[in-house]
């Protein structure tokens, strides 16, 4: 018998304080559920999604029935809009095609879209007790430390090494209970920094903890530098009305969202050079003076937006603009699924 296990499950068992309202639960639903939503999501920001969604959608059928539109509009601020499409998708194939229920083998769970190994593992075990280890960012951190593993788990052989790792040392006979006890000493003991190895109940044996090499593992890998883009929003404005216009891009980051015009550039342009700009010139000639309205910066993983907000009233609604878009009064902005800078932007400005 291997110490680890036996270690892990009597702190678990006895010392495990960590508090989420979807520990414990055995409906597969709502386990997919909180696994999307927690998917590059901390647990502490998600919570209040999963139980904003669980509310809403109380079961698979209602969620496969809801509009779109509105699924986006709950999803906003969490980012990474493909999971929520995958989650819609997959909503539909198990209301419709599976009459409401999941598969219960994790390669049944594997073919459904938007659900890879790890999240396969947890709903195979925390809802049909099926033995998978998960292996998430806890789990590689508190392996890698105890066993002094050094390949990086972002690689692939990493990520064979480390769900090759897990599975042996996971507790068949209560892979649920194993599944948490790992991703919760990962969350509050074996923390990315200050780990707390003194009430650690595998210090004894950790291999960094033993050999002062708590710093170096889990071994990271270079970063891909940051993809910098500048986007121009233009508010345009007739009649008392804004133009949003749904993005489509399949390989955009808000795609489903809306957004208002967008010019997007090499560099940031001022109203003089975005005035030049091709793209401006298409909405002339019934267009007016451009008012800058303000500028912010995020981070994605692998991008960094400069964004710029102008104003822009024009007369009459310029013809170039039709196909995926729409007119909206300000209020009804809130009701429309935005991306997150985008939503700030409107509420700080009062639009809504
Ligand atoms: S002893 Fe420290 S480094 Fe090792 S698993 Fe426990 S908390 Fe992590």
Redesign the pocket.
């Known amino acids: 018998m291997n110490f680890f296990t036996p270690a892990l499950l009597h702190w678990h068992a006895h010392h495990n304080q960590r508090t989420l309202p979807w520990k414990g639960i055995a409906d597969p639903y709502k386990i997919w559920l909180s696994e999307i939503i927690l998917q590059q999501t901390r647990a502490e920001q998600g919570r209040p999604y999963y139980e904003r969604f669980t509310e809403a959608y109380p079961t698979v059928h209602d969620l496969a029935r809801a509009p779109e539109d509105e699924v986006f509009r709950l999803w906003q601020g969490l980012g990474y809009y493909n999971r929520c499409r995958n989650l819609l998708a997959t909503a539909r194939t198990v209301s419709e095609d599976l009459g409401g229920k999941f598969p219960e083998t994790y390669e049944g769970l594997l073919a459904l879209k938007g659900i890879g190994p790890y999240t396969a593992a947890a709903i195979a075990s925390f809802a049909f007790g099926q033995p998978h280890a998960v292996a998430d960012g806890n789990v590689y951190r508190?392996l890698a430390?105890?066993l002094g593993i050094f390949t990086p788990p972002a690689t692939t052989e990493g990520k064979a090494v480390f769900s090759g790792k897990a599975n042996a040392l996971l507790e068949k006979n209560d892979p649920a209970a194993w599944n948490q006890a790992i991703m919760d000493l990962g969350a509050t003991?074996?923390t990315p920094q200050n780990?707390?190895?003194a009430v650690?109940p595998?210090?004894r044996h950790?291999y960094?903890?033993q050999k002062n090499a708590?710093a170096e593992l889990p071994a990271r890998m270079a970063k891909a530098p940051l993809r910098q883009r500048f986007l121009h929003y233009l508010i345009l404005e007739a009649g008392g009305e804004i133009w949003l216009s749904r993005n489509d891009d399949m390989a955009g980051i808000w795609r489903g969202l809306y957004q208002p015009f967008l010019i997007e550039a090499n560099e940031a342009l001022d109203t003089k050079t975005l005035a030049a700009h091709p793209d401006f010139r298409k909405l002339a000639p019934d267009v007016g003076a451009l008012q800058y309205e303000g500028h912010l910066q995020r981070k994605l993983t692998h991008q960094a937006l400069d964004i710029r907000f102008f104003r822009l009233r024009v007369s009459g609604k310029p013809a170039v603009l039709s196909g995926n878009g729409l007119w909206t009064r300000p209020d009804h902005i809130a009701q429309l699924p935005l991306p997150k800078p985008i939503a700030l932007f409107f509420e700080k400005k009062a639009y809504f």
Do not use: G
């Open positions: 508190v430390r105890y003991v074996c780990p707390r190895c650690c595998l210090h950790c960094a903890f708590i």
